[in-house]
């Protein structure tokens, strides 16, 4: 049982290129999230999926689309990655289909855009 | 949406000492969840708040949330090393379908 697993852990990119983030979870969880952490900036929300099948717009969606692919898996793109996007990066799920009960999280994707 | 503010927004003690980070909010607050993030690593999950005036305690740490569901603190009594990380707060935003984290309070233990 992993839990929330993110690939990759680290990414280096050129400004201009695009790449996926990828996130998946084996707890049959409905939610899912994408969060960015910078220093003193807390986490702070891109986008989420309450379940299967729709995908909502966070704190700072500008820049990122996302893909709910199915009930375990939830993917975050940056199609012209930008230096503003070098970040930590995390998703993280929930039981629940809104935020009721606790969120898990992955273990992170260090990303550093050039 | 709701928008939690944490302070302070660091604090260095000596082991042994207390700890005290606070929550706070200038709308009523649905709910309040505590994470905590050791260094390098990601955050988990300490406790969900959801009473008016709920005092909640696990171990050394006391969670408390406030008569009128504007704030919150977590207390930790004699710090440890293993205390280290920083501590957030996380609250709904507006439609309730998703949580919105405060900037957290750093701590450092010195021994």
């Known amino acids: 049982n992993a839990g929330v697993t993110q690939t990759p852990k680290f990414q280096v990119l050129k400004t201009g290129q695009s790449m996926t983030l990828q996130c998946a979870q084996d707890?049959?969880?409905?939610?899912m999230y994408w969060y960015r952490q910078d220093p003193g900036m807390g986490l702070r929300l891109i986008y989420y999926?309450?379940?299967?099948?729709?995908?909502d717009k966070g704190e700072v969606p500008n820049g990122y689309n996302v893909s709910r692919l199915n009930k375990r898996e939830f993917s975050l793109r940056l199609e012209s990655a930008a230096p503003s996007q070098t970040s930590v990066y995390f998703c993280?799920?929930?039981?629940?289909?809104?935020?009721?009960?606790?969120?898990?999280f992955g273990s992170g994707t260090q990303l550093s855009v050039l | 949406g709701q928008q939690v503010m944490q302070i302070p927004q660091y604090q260095h003690v000596q082991e042994g000492e207390d700890f005290t980070t606070y929550c706070n909010s200038s709308?009523?607050?649905?709910?309040i969840q505590w994470y905590k993030q050791r260094p390098g690593g990601h955050p988990v999950f300490l406790i969900q708040?959801?009473?008016?005036?709920e005092v909640k305690k696990q171990k050394r740490l006391t969670f408390q949330f406030g008569e009128a569901k504007k704030n919150s603190s977590l207390h930790i009594t004699a710090t440890q090393t293993t205390d280290v990380g920083t501590y957030f707060c996380?609250?709904?935003?507006?439609?309730?379908?998703?949580?919105?984290f405060g900037k957290g309070t750093t701590l450092s233990v010195s021994s």
């Open positions: 993280a799920s929930s039981e629940a289909l809104w935020a009721s009960e606790e969120l898990f």
């Open positions: 707890m049959n969880h409905n939610s």
């Open positions: 996380a609250d709904y935003n507006q439609a309730g379908t998703a949580l919105i």
């Open positions: 708040l959801v009473k008016s005036g």
């Open positions: 709308t009523t607050l649905s709910n």
């Open positions: 999926s309450a379940s299967e099948g729709t995908t």
